[in-house]
């Protein structure tokens, strides 16, 4: 269960937002919208501890997520603007890296299961750099594959993937969604995900 | 975890060997230089030596500090390790660890063989090799701090430079004063010990302070 109450964001001299209130139980989807610049990636880097709200507290489980700390990192997973893949490592090496680092290490199988899902089949030997953005895309969102965490926060998942990809993301998200986990993404895109309980966050 | 981030950043020297080949290579130019433009006075290159090779040490040193994060700041690899449940810094004591081992110990390898061009005696070279060995993973650590300090930042690499090298200076004092005592022939274990200190303070002090900065820096 992640909680926000009374969330407020500065920047220099500008509120991004005040009093920004959610609760999103196990097996809920918070879509954040609004428009550019209006402090949605701001917000979703409070929500994964990377930056502190100027004001307000997030709670998981009921407790602070500064208190938790490490705890809290162990049960989330951000994927951002920025793919967190290296371009100089193959892909199958970024996604059992990043896995590693992330505190699960994974066998090389469960990573080329995992990228021939997300359909990158035949690229597992390729350095990052070689790719498409597209592909790039589905390098980081092959992590959601093989991760055990219970709460993703997504920004943007879906730029530069293609209708297929969509596809296969939206049934990822579904079936997370279905075992009890919590997603919280923003998105330009219409994408019709089931869930329990669906939520809708406007920034200004 | 900290084996994990040695093997990454080894993996990711050998996919990229021109950064590790600079910095040895600047190492050997400005070490050779001074030869070069002193001239052949054996007395004088002696008693110069130390000191030179331990400075081009730290320049060489401080030459890819400002790589250390800042690769990884720019593709996002930087926010996942501190999403990670695993403690920061431990893992930047693994950066600072792999960044030793792809800068500091080509420098203690080929420092005997430089030493040889300032008709360096065998005891003062085996000595001056002890020195590096012991005092190039202080500059990696301590440099760590630095690079965390001034991360996303422009001109940030002049700046990590005024940060971190009068933090260098104990250790280039004790490090060509070891080097000298052999020579002079009075006993040099004193300042391999301090150096050894200094080592084991960094070790402790070093990846926490430089983990505080990351996360300041990344906010």
Known sequence: MLQGINLACVRGDRELFKDINFLLESGGLMQVRGPNGSGKTSLLRMLCGLSHPAAGDILWEDQNIRALDSDFFAAVTYIGHLSGTKDDLTVLENLQISSALAGMEISTEQANDALHYIGLKGREALPVKVLSQGQRRRVALARLLVCKTSLWILDEPLVALDVMAVKLVRGVLEEHLQQGGMVVMTTHQEIDISAASIMELQLA | ?219
Request: glycine share 10%.
């Open chain 2, 1 to 219: 975890m900290l084996i994990w981030i040695i093997k990454r950043d080894l993996l990711l020297a050998v996919r990229r060997q021109s950064d590790v080949l600079t910095t040895l290579f600047f190492f050997i130019i400005v070490v050779s230089l001074f030869p070069l433009s002193v001239g052949p006075e054996m007395n004088l290159l002696r008693t110069m030596a130390p000191g030179i090779v331990w400075v081009a040490a730290l320049l060489a040193s401080m030459l890819s500090l400002g790589r250390m994060f800042s690769n990884d700041y720019i593709d996002g690899t930087l926010e996942q390790m501190l999403l990670s449940p695993q403690s920061l810094s431990l893992l930047v004591l693994g950066k600072a660890l792999a960044h030793w081992l792809v800068t500091g110990i080509p420098l203690v390898l080929m420092a005997p063989v430089l030493g040889i061009q300032y008709d360096l005696p065998g005891d003062a070279l085996a000595i001056l090799t002890i020195s590096l060995l012991l005092g190039t993973p202080v500059l990696s650590l301590i440099g760590a701090i630095g690079a965390a300090l001034t991360l996303g930042l422009r001109g940030g690499g002049v700046l990590v430079s005024l940060l971190v090298l009068p933090l260098y200076i104990p250790i280039l004092i004790f490090g060509a004063g070891a080097v000298e005592a052999s020579m002079a022939g009075v006993g040099f274990d004193a300042h391999l010990s301090l150096i050894g200190a200094f080592l084991l303070v960094s070790l402790v002090f070093a990846p926490w302070a430089a983990a505080s900065s990351l996360k300041v820096s990344l906010e």
